[in-house]
């Protein structure tokens, strides 16, 4: 008997040990695909955007994002973005300026377009893994044409139920370093803001539509 629940618990440790080997062993790919089937059609999350060199930080702003579906809100700093997947209405609320433009469909910067920040393809990137185990990756990504950044590194991490979230996006424009820090902002019991004309009647408006 004494044998037999030695065995069991030998067999235990085994199995608990390959299925952290298991996830470890995780592909890049897997990993983003985890990340997108966890965020859904909608998600919020509060960020801490870092502006510099790679090597010290000039620049530090608050704010967050949304996205329901194709449309999305920003904040940071003085700065508001609405959309609704066709439009972005940029607005600059210290100097009182909003601007309206068409959305940049391809773009994979996250303050450009949000809905688009992790869906990253592997005909468009080179994906790789830079680090992980069984919590957290990092995931390196080169675009295979000239897109304006040099690198991408996303850092992801598993929580509690299983499910992959971001943990940081960080753009290298060609030695000029955007990083954000993302955290999950709540429950999901909000309505997205959206664009109203007359709430900005007293701006300067510029369409380049």
């Known amino acids: ?15 608990a040990l390959f299925s952290v080997t298991v996830l470890s062993a995780q592909s890049a790919e ?19 955007v870092q502006i510099g060199d790679g090597e010290s930080v000039s620049e530090e702003l608050a704010g ?7 449309g999305y809100y920003l904040s940071l700093g003085v700065m508001e973005v ?22 940049d469909l391809e773009s994979h910067d996250l303050l450009t377009n ?8 592997g005909d468009e990137f080179q994906i790789s893994i830079i680090s992980s185990d069984d919590k ?8 295979r044409d000239e897109i304006g950044i040099t690198d991408i590194k996303l850092r992801l991490k598993r929580d509690a139920s299983g499910e992959v979230v971001p943990e940081s996006i960080t753009y290298n424009y060609d ?28 701006y300067d408006v510029v369409s380049f539509i």
């Open 30 to 48: 897997e990993w983003l695909g985890s990340l997108n089937e966890s965020l859904g059609e909608r998600y919020s999350m509060s960020t801490v």
């Open 82 to 103: 609405f959309s609704d997947g066709k439009l972005r209405y940029e607005v600059n609320n210290e100097r009182k300026e909003a601007t309206i433009d068409r959305v």
């Open 114 to 121: 949000p809905t688009n920040a992790f869906a990253f393809a």
């Open 136 to 143: 957290v990756a990092c995931i390196g990504l080169v675009p």
């Open 175 to 202: 030695g000029d370093v955007v990083r954000i820090l993302l955290s999950d902002v709540g429950d999901g019991d909000w309505t997205l803001p959206r664009w109203d004309e007359r709430a900005y009647r007293a």
């Open 1 to 15: 008997m004494g044998n037999m629940l030695i065995f069991r618990q030998f067999a235990m440790c085994v199995v």
């Open 64 to 70: 967050l994002f949304m996205v329901d579906g194709d």
